[in-house]
């Protein structure tokens, strides 16, 4: 402007376009608004059709209550909705839509046409079009089903700046896709259909019992992500989660499988992300990002929607209560997945020729093993102990394999170990009873002694009674060593396929971890404090969270308005760089509540110190201890992946191997 202009109104058209900069940024925005109008309106049936991606027709119809004639001139005015009256109803809205910018934006930057019938009789519907620079609404009669219809022609028609960054109709319509994909999974009750230039495809019935749900996710996600995830519902202090997490070695090199939803509404969450990024932790391979579909539930009246004008993110009143939920449930889901139980996946999954355990997904917490094992339990315990602390697969019983359905009955496991028996007689007293650690071996000395114990002769040990004989393990027992790397072991579904030093890996790194963490960390106070600047909020994050630094070692005190002095750190991060940890520390408290960084810290380190300290490759074992490890992986929490989110092993079962060598066929 070369001379200052006079304060005046905006025309309406000018005014919705530039709001519909914030609500229409492409095609699938479009198709975003209207959908989320159209379960507002209770619908039972939601029907998407498209052609050119979006950009040339979006046609939303749906069977809802519809909107009636003497409302219909306001339904494309800004700032007019029904579903709110008062700032109290804005604090607990629970409708997706309330703005009322949506109708009118889209209107603005595109043709329009929304007809609706709030009557059961067809003919009694009105059409409404928004004409002229100031977007008044033309009402006239239009035969329509009961519900609303709403055509978009021609999008950005009139804005040819912002029809330029448009993408390919192939770009666009995977944009549109996967705003339906989102919307489909956010309500189960609602049936579903998309068409791109007259094809259809996607149609979901609508149901919402647990088969119907794991129907849609499985039509949406495919079948792999049901196979390779983990169901869980959990609920503490008014919030509820549930649905489906991800095994780790089923992860994806982009995150285009990650689904979360509060109340219904798809949203993300910075918070959010932070718990389930820190939950993932220790088990995904790195570049890696994990799948997910998750709702929680929480009282409308704790969570803030109206922070953003798409109404992606949340804001809610007690972030850290619901970051310690999320991490903590999805922690405990995770780690409860042991190698081979039923319920836990295998690592193998989506791999060729790999087969799939038995077991469906299972809430966390449910009929889950015994945690002594995880942490400072000999190597070499006795099989009929092992059996007892491995309960979950002694309580589920196993597919046989190639009989598909059909149960694992007490003469077939015995048979299944005879049969065994047979290939290794010299060792039948000492396969389910390995050699025990050397005297005072606990923790990681224990797994260690693993890999050091000399093939002396085993000494006979009474076999297991005869009732042990109707439970075989989960990862079988071994067979073979091969070039000093993997271990074959034979299971009842087939062949299983062992990384020693993976596996082996774990188990020390679990133990470490339960022994450092367990108790309080020792500390060190630093010779000379280290002197740091801070700024005002950095300084009250340190007053306020002193028992949080506290817990992980760390002491820090306030010397000044601007300046803090760390006096001590945790004894095995001494040689650590302070500065960047310290105001990482305060950087996360400040934001999420909670800081991982010391924890990470020491992970890594303890990580190093369990691959070096891990079994080796061509390290000869025998039978005894290599049975001893299949033991350890299946009551060791996170034991389908090794430290750095390899995985421990995999499988294939007796239907994969008689197709890879054409049996029967």
Known sequence: MTEPRRIRVLDPRLANQIAAGEVVERPASVVKELVENAIDAGSRRIEVDLEAGGARLIRVRDDGSGIGEEDLPLALSRHATSKILSLEELEGVASLGFRGEALASISSVSRLELVSNTDDDPTAGWRVVAEGRQ??????????????????RDLFFNTPARRKFL??????????????????????????????????????????????RERRIASLLGK????????????????????????????????????????????????????????????????????????????PTVVDVNVHPTKHEVRFRDGRMVHDFLFSSLHRALSESRAGHPGAGHPGAGHPGAGHPGGEPREAGDDEAPQGGAAGTPAGEG????????????????????????????????AFMDGYRSLHPDHEESLLTPQPASPG?????????????????????????????TRAPPLGFAVAQ???????????????????????????????????????????????PVSLAASPAEVATAEAEREAFARFGVELDVAGPETLLVRQLPALLIDADVEPLVRDMLGDLERYGRSDRIEAHLNELLATMA?????????QLTLAEMNALLRDMERTERSGQCNHGRPTWTEMSMKDLDRLFLRGQ
Request: proline content about 6%; glycine content about 8%; some cysteine.
């Open 224 to 299: 792999g992500f049901l196979e390779n995830a983990l169901h869980l519902d959990l609920g503490a202090a008014g919030l509820r989660l549930w649905g489906w997490v991800g095994l780790p070695t089923h992860s994806r090199a982009q995150a285009d499988q990650q689904y979360f939803f509060v109340n219904g509404r798809v949203v993300r969450d910075r918070l959010v992300a932070h718990a389930i990024r820190q939950a993932y932790r220790d088990v995904l391979f790195h570049g890696r990002h994990p799948v997910f579909v998750l709702y929680l539930e929480v009282d």
């Open 441 to 469: 071996a606990g923790g990681a000395a224990a797994g260690v002694a693993l890999a050091e114990r000399q093939a002396a002769p085993v000494s006979p040990r009474p076999a297991l009674p005869e009732a042990d004989d």
């Open 482 to 528: 091969l070039h000093g790397v993997y271990i074959l072991s034979q299971s009842e579904r087939g062949l299983i396929v062992v990384d020693m030093h993976a596996a082996h890996e774990r188990i020390v790194y679990e133990r470490m971890k339960a022994q450092v963490h367990g108790g309080r960390l020792e500390a060190q106070p630093l010779l000379v």
């Open 383 to 414: 099989g009929d102990r092992v059996a007892e602390r491995a309960g979950l697969w002694q309580q589920q019983p196993m597919a046989l394999p190639g009989r598909e359905g059909e149960r694992v009955t007490p003469d077939r496991v015995r």
């Open 135 to 152: 977007m008044e609404p033309r009402v006239s009669p239009a035969p329509h089903p009961r519900g609303t219809s709403v055509t978009v």
């Open 167 to 212: 993408r390919t109709e192939k770009t666009e319509f995977g944009h549109v896709e996967e705003a339906f994909r989102r919307q489909a999974l956010s309500r189960f009750d609602i049936g579903w259909v998309l068409r791109h230039n007259q094809k259809t495809l996607h149609q979901l019935r609508p149901g919402d019992d647990p088969v119907a």
């Open 611 to 619: 691959c070096h300290g891990s079994v080796r490759a061509n390290r």
